[in-house]
């Protein structure tokens, strides 16, 4: 039997790779009967950049970048060579991430993209002919003004003075924006961005009112944060004659993919598409007698792009049964059995601490992948039974 772990990393935990790790230890449990796949699935959050660097064969440089809380820190990107195009591989969530806010600064109208185009320009200095930029598990709401900086972009005020845009919240100081001094370099690249679509900069449902409040925005500043991406929105579409408010993805990381599209042209993709670009997965897949997939939080989210749900949507073109393993279950979890997955469990199985679940959690995806082979393999017993023994009626 071929099992393929196809896995998103469980955020602020473990990731992809690591849960693959574990859910093939799992599997190795019921020894050489079992050929085991792993196939961990990076969404452009945490381990995108090393995830795939990793699978290209390709080199990771570290540097030292502004971080969203305007402290330097070490980051890092990936480059790559194929079919004789370099290609860099960067993650916003390695230099902007919320992983790397503490806290207690979790303040997203003061939180930066800056290092997202310092790696930008890196990659540039490195001769990149494509950049590939994931986004995902943002810490900050800046609209991607902070990497515009960056890249040399001016925020004026209304004097005509450099407004110092450290997060979202600077943004109202704005009346105009230069983009004279950008980098000539961006007209000679191709950028691609994988980020959730759904995710637009302004409106009702724009960024700052949906996400805000993950990054620590109290109401107040939520309408405050909205108010200034409004803004922003209109100086963009003054300056470059883009309207990008209600673009697919404009809204990704903070806002992030608002300011890439206006500033360095970059496309917007459905993540989990641009991502299969780069990654032969439908061939894995489609070579599977079974497909485990995981995620962090199972719910009524997942559905909505999310990996557990987009692997599946393959598997099932090949009619390949799905499970999914979550450290939780939350709200309106069996509407994943419509988007494809035939079941799913946590790893979870007694009351416990956060802490608990963190420290435990690549035992417990051991523990619960091998408990699923067990089932598994029950099931395919009495088929086999069914099959065999005279009188037996296979249902």
């Not at 004279?180 to 950028?191: E, Q, W």
């Not at 497909?291 to 989210?301: H, N, R």
């Not at 494809?340 to 946590?346: C, F, N, V």
């Amino acid at each position: 039997m071929k099992i393929v772990m196809v896995p998103s990393g469980f955020k602020e935990c473990l990731h992809a790779e690591e849960v693959a790790e574990a859910m093939a230890r799992g599997a190795r449990r019921l020894g050489g009967k079992i050929q085991v796949e792993m196939l961990p699935m990076i969404d452009g959050g945490e381990g995108f950049a090393k995830a795939i660097t990793k699978l290209k064969d390709g080199e990771l440089l570290q540097l030292e970048v502004t971080g969203p809380v305007g402290e330097p820190l070490m980051s890092h990107y990936g480059l790559f060579i194929e079919q004789g195009i370099k290609t860099a591989v960067i993650e916003m969530a390695a230099v902007a991430g919320l992983s790397l806010v503490p806290r207690d600064m979790r303040n997203p109208l003061r939180t930066t993209t800056y290092g997202v185009g310092e790696l930008i320009r890196s990659a540039l200095d490195e001769g990149a002919e494509r950049i590939l930029i994931g986004c995902g598990d943002s810490g900050t709401s800046d609209g991607g003004a902070g990497m515009a900086q960056a890249l040399g972009v001016r925020f004026l005020d209304h004097r005509g003075l450099p407004v110092p845009v450290c997060g979202g919240g600077d943004l109202l100081q704005a009346e105009r924006i230069d983009v004279s001094g950008i980098d000539p370099r961006l007209g000679t690249v191709k950028i691609d961005v994988a980020c959730n679509h759904r995710n637009i900069l302004c409106g009702g449902r724009g960024v700052a009112r949906v996400f805000g409040p993950q990054k620590g925005a109290t109401p107040e500043q939520v309408e405050q944060l909205a108010a200034a991406l409004e803004h922003y929105g209109a100086l963009i579409r003054d300056a470059t004659g883009k309207d990008i408010r209600f673009q697919p993805g404009s809204g990704a990381s903070g806002g992030l993919g608002a300011g890439l599209a206006a500033f360095t042209g970059a496309r917007l993709h459905s993540r989990f598409d641009i991502i299969r670009d780069y990654i032969n997965m439908e061939q894995v897949i489609s070579d599977a007698d079974l497909v485990i997939t995981a995620e962090g939080s199972l719910d009524f989210q997942t559905p909505d792009g999310k990996i557990p749900a987009e692997v599946a949507r393959i598997a099932k073109q090949h009619h390949i049964p799905v499970v999914a393993i979550a450290g939780t279950i939350g709200k309106g979890a069996n509407l994943n059995y419509g988007a494809g997955i035939d079941a799913y469990m946590s790893i979870i199985q007694k009351p416990a601490t956060l802490e608990k679940s963190i420290r435990k959690a690549p035992k417990w995806i051991e523990d619960t992948t091998e408990s699923v082979l067990r089932q598994v393999s029950i099931g395919l017993a009495i088929a086999e039974r069914s099959r065999t023994e005279p009188g037996t009626v296979a249902q």
